[in-house]
T-cell receptor, first 116, second 111 residues
Framework: DAGVTQSPTHLIKTRGQQVTLRCSPI?????VSWYQQVLGQGPQFIFQ???????GRGNFPDRFSARQFPNYSSELNVNALLLGDSALYLC???????????????FGSGTQLSVL | GQSLEQPSEVTAVEGAIVQINCTYQ??????LSWYQQHDGGAPTFLSY????GLEETGRFSSFLSRSDSYGYLLLQELQMKDSHSYFC????????????FGQGTELSVKP
């Protein structure tokens, strides 16, 4: 079975531009979470979607938005890019909604976004 | 508030045992997870503790003490290939599914 897949793997944008990152969860997984990881730090929670509904949102500005499609794939959109948005964006899927006991996240390899 | 603390670096030799500690402060805590990440790739789940005590999975064990807000990851029979970053992550109720990750511990295994 394929793991969590993300595209693109690398992306270079300039300040003010908009970007869309894509994620396909493991087959059968209905929950997708997005995390931002800045070099040298741990991942920071951005969103969780389950059954196409937003279940949680981290402390990120409204420039960040996401959605989940009927096939459970997901997109993360970031508008008006800032230099500080440069990071590794990780998508993770799970079979159940995160926020309960014993959930296990399966991460993709991420999209490395560079904002110049 | 919510916070996690883990050492930034740990060094050990092949064949040895190493312990990576994690202390946390969060309300609504329900469990502590450990993830491994190599060179900024995909974090990989290692272990989860929802109850006090020790969980063992092969060469890896993880421990939790809720009363002390403390846990650790124990790696035995260290191998060079264990040289990765290790993150503890706290789950809390009513956080919308957020896992709070620590800053990560860079483990270096020397020959």
């Amino acid at each position: 079975d394929a793991g969590v897949t993300q595209s693109p793997t690398h992306l270079i944008k300039t300040r003010g531009q908009q970007v869309t990152l894509r994620c396909s969860p493991i087959s059968g997984h209905k929950s997708v979470s997005w995390y931002q990881q800045v070099l040298g730090q741990g991942p920071q929670f951005i969103f969780q979607y389950y059954e196409k509904e937003e279940r949680g949102r981290g402390n990120f500005p409204d420039r960040f938005s996401a959605r989940q499609f009927p096939n459970y794939s997901s997109e993360l959109n970031v508008n008006a890019l800032l230099l500080g948005d440069s990071a590794l964006y990780l998508c993770a899927s799970s079979s159940r909604p995160v926020g309960q006991d014993n959930e296990k996240l399966f991460f993709g390899s991420g999209t490395q976004l560079s904002v110049l | 508030g919510q916070s996690l603390e883990q050492p930034s670096e740990v060094t050990a030799v092949e064949g040895a045992i190493v312990q990576i500690n994690c202390t946390y402060q969060t309300s609504g805590f329900y469990g502590l997870s450990w993830y491994q990440q190599h060179d900024g790739g995909a974090p990989t789940f290692l272990s989860y503790n929802g109850l006090d005590g020790l969980e063992e999975t092969g060469r890896f064990s993880s421990f939790l003490s809720r009363s002390d807000s403390y846990g650790y990851l124990l790696l035995q029979e260290l191998q060079m290939k264990d040289s990765h970053s290790y993150f503890c992550a706290v789950g809390a109720y009513n956080q919308g599914g957020k896992l709070i990750f620590g800053q990560g511990t860079e483990l270096s295994v020397k020959p």
